[in-house]
């Protein structure tokens, strides 16, 4: 008897309903919150075709016409214009720009309240969930394609600072700054860009780190971040057993920036470059184990702990050297736009 009172006491709605309504019914929800977007930019390195027009895509969020897109589409443009779904055109300007992101909120010259998309969850995402991308490629209005969560959590080059969504739906030129969206019609990410060396791999920024930073875009224009001034990838003991070298486990310091904390601090960056099983690793310099404390061993652990740190704090950073513990303390900066950063 016990057992069964115990079975009936169970929610019946615990277990998550899925989404049952047909991808045309889907498309016909969202594709009005789907916005084309031309940016025309001045192209100081190239006299003889001075103005070059970019086309992306982007994402009603707010009825009041605020758009979330890539800022790689529209910073540094001199004009924007945006085409509704409706086929409207609306002048836009820009709100803020995020490189770390690569995210710009716009807001639109509309004259009515316009279709809004409803954000979702992209921490409940798990690889093989089914999403689709809807934009406008090549010019052409209004289009998804299909696919499924093929990675999460994934570190790029240009985006090392913000982990991403891998899916194969395509994600064609022109689909950039548009809503990748799960199976209930919820944006899950911003589609980003696509792999130049492999097809069907295309990235999107997880809508959760989107809402992180809409306030600051919507209030101050940009994000301020901490900045230690370097980066590296983590050393565990298989990786290390690889090298055939004593590395202790934890972040291997790779690249110090000028001027940076880090450097500042006396941090040291690798100086020889090694391949291991095709990888590409620059050794030779510091391995961090801590930050104030608490332990680094992987590239999400250094993340998450700069997160919580201030401009203007001091901290104690932990490091290996030739075989050496030792503690080095900086004055932490603000985040300054970077070469590296994936905006041109």
């Known amino acids: 008897m016990l057992v069964v009172l115990l079975v009936i006491a169970i929610p019946p709605l615990a277990i998550a309903q899925p989404c049952t309504e047909s991808l045309a019914t889907l498309f016909e929800r969202v594709s009005p919150a789907v916005v084309s977007i031309q940016a025309t930019k001045i192209n100081k390195a190239k006299p003889q075709r001075r103005f070059e027009t970019v086309v992306g895509s982007g994402v009603v969020i707010e009825r009041d016409g605020q758009v979330l897109t890539n800022a790689h589409v529209v910073d540094g443009a001199a004009s924007l214009s945006v085409t509704l779904d409706s086929g409207t055109k609306t002048p836009a300007r820009v709100l803020g720009v995020d490189t770390v992101t690569d995210l710009a909120l716009l807001r639109l010259e509309a004259t009515s309240p316009l279709p809004a998309a409803r954000l979702g969850d992209s921490s409940a995402l798990h690889v093989g969930d089914e999403v689709v991308a809807i934009g406008n490629p090549m010019g052409l209005e209004q289009t998804m394609t299909r696919g499924i969560v093929s990675g999460l959590n994934r570190i790029l080059p240009g985006l090392a600072e913000q982990p991403m969504i891998q899916t194969d739906a395509p994600i064609n030129p022109g689909n950039s700054g548009g809503p990748l969206v799960d199976r209930c019609g919820a944006v899950v990410g911003i589609n980003t860009f ?75 960056g690798g100086n020889v470059s090694v391949i291991v099983q095709g990888e590409e690793y620059l050794v030779g310099g510091d391995i961090l184990t801590a930050i104030e404390g608490t332990s680094v061993r992987t590239h999400q652990d250094y993340l998450a702990k700069v997160k919580t740190l201030r401009p203007g704090q001091r901290v104690r950073l932990t490091i290996m050297r030739e075989g050496q513990r030792r503690e080095l303390t900086l004055t932490v900066a603000e985040r300054p736009r970077l070469p590296t950063d994936l905006v041109d």
């Open 194 to 268: 696509i792999s130049e060396e492999a097809n069907s791999i295309g990235f999107a920024l997880p809508i959760n780190a989107a809402k992180a930073v809409l306030r600051d875009l919507r209030e101050t224009g940009r994000v301020t971040r901490p900045w230690l001034g370097l980066h590296g990838r983590e050393i565990d003991s298989h990786v290390s057993s690889l090298f055939r070298l004593p590395l202790s486990p934890g972040y291997l310091v790779e690249i110090v920036y000028d001027g940076s904390p880090a450097e500042r601090a006396g941090v040291r």
